[in-house]
T-cell receptor, first 113, second 111 residues
C-alpha cells in the first residue's frame, strides 16, 4: 500500500537548536498533515497544508507543501524541552475512498536542556 | 466544538478473552471514523475505517472487527484476544478536508 517515508527516524538536539524533518511519497498528495504525539496520548494536529508550495506557520513551527506534491517538511525553530515527542506526517492518498490517512513512521525528537 | 471520547484508557485482558473498545464523537454529523493501532510508540497502522452507519472497511486481516451502530459511535471488538493484539489503539474522526482528530487512546495489554 501507499507509504510515506519520513526522516530522520530520531533526533537528539540541544535546547535552542532548530529542527528540520521531512516526508516524501512516491505518489501525489493533495493534503499534507503534521501531527505531534506525546507519550500515552493520541496525536495532535499541528499544521494542515492543502496547496502545492504552501508555507504555513504555527508558532515556532513551519511546514511546507512541496511543489512536486510528493513531499513536505516541518521545521521547529529554537527548540524547547516541551517539543519532545513523536512527529508524524500524514496524508490521504489520491483516489482513496473515505479520506483515510496514511502516516509516516514518525520522527522521535529528544531535546537536551 | 467537536470532541472525541475513547475508553477505557488502559486495559489488561487475558489471552482468549473478548474485547470491546468504544469511541464516540460529539459536535459533528456523519464523520468518517477510524481505528488505528500503534505498536512500540511508532507507526500508526490503520485497522478499520467507516464512512457511515453500518459501513466498515477493513485494512488488514486480523483478529479484530469493527462496528458502527450509530452515526457517531465506533466500536472495536474481538471474540478472542491474542498476545499479538497488545498495543495502543487510537480512534479518530475526520470531515471534509482529511484532517483527522484523535482520541486519547487505549493501552491494551494481553497477558
Amino acid at each position: 500500500g501507499q507509504q510515506l517515508n519520513q526522516s530522520p527516524q530520531s533526533m537528539f538536539i540541544q535546547e535552542g537548536e532548530d529542527v528540520s524533518m521531512n516526508c516524501t511519497s512516491s505518489s501525489i498528495f493533495n493534503t499534507w498533515l503534521w501531527y505531534k504525539q506525546e507519550p500515552g496520548e493520541g496525536p495532535v494536529l499541528l499544521i494542515a497544508l492543502y496547496k502545492a508550495g504552501e508555507l504555513t506557520s504555527n508558532g515556532r513551527l513551519t511546514a511546507q507543501f512541496g511543489i512536486t506534491r510528493k513531499d513536505s517538511f516541518l521545521n521547529i525553530s529554537a527548540s524547547i524541552p516541551s517539543d519532545v515527542g513523536i512527529y508524524f506526517c500524514a496524508g490521504p492518498p489520491l483516489m482513496e475512498y473515505g479520506n483515510k490517512l496514511v502516516f509516516g513512521a514518525g520522527t522521535i525528537l529528544r531535546v537536551k536542556s | 466544538s467537536q470532541t472525541i471520547h475513547q475508553w477505557p484508557a488502559t486495559l489488561v485482558q487475558p489471552v482468549g478473552s473478548p474485547l470491546s473498545l468504544e469511541c464516540t464523537v460529539e459536535g459533528t454529523s456523519n464523520p468518517n471514523l477510524y481505528w488505528y493501532r500503534q505498536a512500540a510508540g511508532r507507526g500508526l497502522q490503520l485497522l478499520f475505517y467507516s464512512v457511515g452507519i453500518g459501513q466498515i472497511s477493513s485494512e488488514v486481516p486480523q483478529n479484530l472487527s469493527a462496528s458502527r451502530p450509530q452515526d457517531r459511535q465506533f466500536i472495536l471488538s474481538s471474540k478472542k484476544l491474542l498476545l499479538s493484539d497488545s498495543g495502543f489503539y487510537l480512534c479518530a474522526w475526520s470531515e471534509v478536508g482529511a484532517r483527522a482528530f484523535f482520541g486519547q487512546g487505549t493501552r491494551l495489554t494481553v497477558v
